[in-house]
């Protein structure tokens, strides 16, 4: 062990420490049990194994804010600064490992970060920016998508049984993509389903690749051929972005639009389990309780890792220079000590961590509350009735180290048949393109968009 010059306690060699496996039936379950016996045991820095990988897995909302906050003297997120992977410790075919090692805006520091994530605010403003002309088309192709959604879940009768998971918050999320990145459905398909596997594995490393492809496809075309989407505004803030750094800025877009589908997921499993939400479906009602969901159970509950440069104390530990730190964000919500504070409102909801902070902090945070509150908004609006089809303690989770969100969502539901939005000319078969192209979302024949909505059907 060797001293820590400035405060003199022991520098902890993580190795060396009994780890706690992190990825367990409990933490399916219930996460929350494990961050109270780890906060119990070790404080709000514990050494845990993440998949047979040692890492620090700080829980302490203070320490989590910290590491966000100090990045780039202290704390790092590029890989090579890890030292168990520098040294070859760290085995080829971790499942995470592809994901770490990825070269984005999301794993970078300094100047390189800064000029990646510039790219990305600038790309995003016209999307988020209240009133501008891509914001209003996105809402109108957001509406419709909904619509189309209910259209095919309720298209034997209007009422039922649906799974709100796979055929609403998981491909809505979809359609918006296709919708920012102006490309074609059937391509958009195949990319979530790589994007899942890229996610929660397996074969994350094929994913990777062939998602990787598709997005260059697409960065060359749009180089010579702009649009009104995210990858034409991206390319026009930084002329020097290469095709090659812009596929690998939209390799991450599906991986947010799925943290954006399980918000989704979680806000409704918040809905339907408390019937009193529905006498206030207004706006702000919603997009106040997707901002509470975001704090009670945020969808992305933990975040990838920290690499600690120098020797330095976090929590009851000294971190050796070289170690991993996960960051909970849902862990930090339970710190009794925030919770406290929140509770003595000497903090406020909006403090929480589940956008980030510091120079990483999400730069499509409204964004995400826009589709969120607008898909859940929709559900509300259409149905008359909705009721969880098992009891909300035997809903199933997806098992993934990031994301908190259940596996599938049964619901039996009642269609309010004086929601049912009037036919438009767009559902013609073979029609030219449909009034749906003025909202530069893919407006190709909508046959494609229903026979992939019904095999999503198929699949509960
Ligand atoms: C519910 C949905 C979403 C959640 C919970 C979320 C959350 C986050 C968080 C916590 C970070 C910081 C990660 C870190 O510090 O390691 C982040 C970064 C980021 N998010 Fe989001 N996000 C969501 C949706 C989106 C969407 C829809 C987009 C794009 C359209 C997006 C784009 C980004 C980008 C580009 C970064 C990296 C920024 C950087 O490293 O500087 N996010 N997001």
Not at 69 to 78: A, L
Not at 84 to 111: I, K, Q, T
Not at 282 to 306: C, D, H, K, Q, Y
Request: aromatic letters at 6%; a neutral charge; proline letters at 7%.
């Amino acid at each position: 062990m060797i001293s820590d010059r400035t405060s003199g306690s022991p520098v902890e060699n993580l190795i060396s420490l009994p780890l706690e496996p992190l990825l367990t039936r409990d933490y399916e379950t219930d996460p929350a049990l494990v961050h109270e016996r780890l906060r119990a045991m070790y404080g709000p820095v514990a050494p845990v194994d993440l998949l047979g990988v040692p890492v620090w897995f700080a829980s302490g909302y203070d320490e989590v804010l910290h590491v966000m906050q100090n990045h780039g003297d202290v704390w790092s997120k590029r890989v090579d600064n890890w030292r168990a992977y520098a040294e070859g410790r760290v085995p080829a075919d971790w499942p995470l490992l592809s994901l770490m090692a990825a070269d984005n805006s999301g794993f970078h520091d300094g100047d390189r970060h800064r000029r990646l994530r510039g790219v990305w605010d600038e790309g995003l403003r016209p999307f988020q920016t209240t009133g501008s002309g891509q914001a209003l088309r996105l809402e109108r192709a957001m509406l419709r998508f909904c619509d189309d959604l209910i259209g095919v879940i309720t298209e034997d009768g209007p009422s039922g049984q649906m799974d709100l998971v796979v055929q609403y918050g998981r491909p809505f999320p979809l359609l918006v993509a296709n919708h920012l990145l102006g490309v074609a459905l059937e391509r958009g398909e195949e990319m979530v389903a790589d994007h899942w596997r890229l996610l929660d594995g397996p074969d994350s490393a094929g994913a990777y690749q062939r998602l990787y492809a598709a997005l260059l496809e697409l960065a060359t075309l749009k180089r010579h051929r702009r649009g009104d989407d995210l990858p034409s505004h991206m390319l026009d803030a930084d002329a020097s972005l290469t095709d090659e750094e812009l596929a690998r800025e939209l390799l991450m877009l599906a991986g947010f639009l799925d943290f954006t589908g399980s918000l989704i997921c979680n806000v409704i499993v918040e809905v339907v389990t408390n019937p009193g939400m529905r006498e206030t479906v207004s706006v702000g009602a919603i997009e106040e309780t997707v901002n509470r969901v975001a704090l009670l159970n945020p969808a992305l509950a933990n975040l990838t890792f920290r690499y600690a440069r120098t020797d330095v104390r976090l929590g009851r530990f000294v971190i050796a220079a070289g170690d991993p730190v996960m960051l909970s964000v849902s862990g930090a919500h339970a710190d009794p000590r925030f919770a406290s504070a929140l509770r003595d409102t000497i903090r406020s909801t909006r403090a929480h961590l589940a956008w980030g902070a510091g120079p990483h902090r999400c730069p499509s945070r409204r964004l995400a509350t826009q589709m969120a509150t607008i898909a859940v908004r929709r559900l509300l609006d259409r149905f008359s009735s909705l009721q969880l089809a098992v009891p909300a303690d035997r809903l199933s989770w997806r098992p993934s180290p990031f994301i908190r969100t259940p596996r599938s969502l049964p619901v039996a539901y009642r269609l309010d048949q004086s929601s049912v939005p009037a036919p438009g000319p767009r559902q013609e078969a073979g029609a030219g393109p449909s009034p749906a192209a003025e909202d530069g979302g893919d407006a190709r024949p909508r046959p494609g968009l229903l026979a992939f909505l019904r095999k999503l059907r198929r699949r509960q």
